[in-house]
């Protein structure tokens, strides 16, 4: 499964993150740290969210001394300061990033139909003697229970209350019989 995996992906939605914080609410609809399977980048991700949430700067000395205060560790024996830096000097845009997001997002989702997948057959394989509605209302359990929720991310959020005061106006003024 590991060409379901991008940990230069996961770094290019770090950088952007870092560069553009005001993303970080719609990035956040659909982000999670499982997208990140990096140990590293996953810590690191939890931690600028937990910097964004508190509405707290973040500047690379905050965030390595909050990542070393973890014990967390660059698997490649960088230094997490040195590391941390280079996600700072970014020239990635406000769209890269949210691609970056959305491709890591997808990446998850077809990691999780994989191991979806794989305990469906051995479900399979080993009730095969049921009979086939028993079979077939297994697997759609296991399925429905795991696999996890995917967002459209065409979608625009849209302001359903934008009309509301004038609607509501119209109805006083004009009342159904």
Do not use: W
């Amino acid at each position: 499964m590991s060409e379901l995996i991008s940990l230069e992906m996961e770094k290019h939605c770090l950088k952007g993150l870092l560069k553009y914080p005001n993303l970080f609410p719609d990035l956040d609809v659909f982000l999670s740290e499982q997208d990140f399977t990096n140990k590293f980048h996953r810590t690191t991700y939890l931690t600028i969210k937990n910097f964004l949430l508190k509405n707290q700067k973040i500047d690379s000395v905050l965030l390595s001394n909050a990542i070393q205060n973890l014990n967390i560790t660059h698997n490649e024996d960088i230094p997490v300061y040195d590391y941390i830096e280079t996600l700072f000097g970014s020239n990635i845009s406000e769209e890269a990033t949210k691609e970056s997001a959305k491709e890591l997002v997808k990446l998850r989702v077809l990691r999780d139909i994989m191991a979806n997948s794989k305990e469906e057959f051995n479900f399979v394989k080993k009730n095969r003697d049921k009979p086939l509605i028993e079979i077939i209302e297994g697997v759609d359990r296991i399925h429905n229970s795991k696999i996890k929720s995917i967002v459209s991310f065409n979608n625009e959020v849209k302001d359903i209350f934008s009309n509301l005061e004038k609607t509501i106006e119209d109805i006083g003024n004009n009342p159904p019989d």
